[in-house]
């Protein structure tokens, strides 16, 4: 019922910069939360930044100081804007959204498909 679509992947050299979108689409009511999550080969997910309703954003720590996130809470959308990035940034980036829906019922965690960041050196 819920749809989250992710743009904007791609190739950058060190040092460069991507935008990231993702935008939340269905009958919902509210959100949540939305966040950026990645992962590396061979390595397990982590926390990219979160937008919360109730505890606002939290960034991880490797990013800090280099992307920020802004919302378009009209569009349930949210872009983030990576700069200086490095070949570690690199991976499969992957956003999701907690939603309440339209029917006042049903709420979950909905994931996109993701968008590949490389980074060469």
């Known amino acids: 019922q819920v749809q989250v679509v992710e743009s904007g992947g791609g190739l950058v050299q060190s040092g460069g910069s991507l935008t990231l979108s993702c935008t939340a689409q269905g009958s919902i009511l509210n959100i949540y939360s939305m966040a950026w999550l990645r992962q590396a080969p061979g390595k397990g997910q982590e926390l990219v930044v979160e937008?919360?309703?109730?505890?606002?954003?939290t960034y991880g720590d490797s990013v800090k100081g280099r992307f920020t996130i802004s919302r378009d809470s009209a569009k349930n959308s949210i872009t983030l804007q990576m700069n200086d990035l490095r070949p570690e940034d690199a991976g499969m980036y992957y956003c999701?959204?907690?939603?309440?829906?339209?029917?006042?019922?049903?709420?979950?965690?909905?994931w996109g498909q993701g968008t590949q960041v490389t980074v060469s050196s």
């Open positions: 999701n959204a907690d939603v309440n829906l339209s029917n006042g019922i049903d709420a979950g965690l909905y």
């Open positions: 937008v919360n309703r109730d505890r606002g954003t």
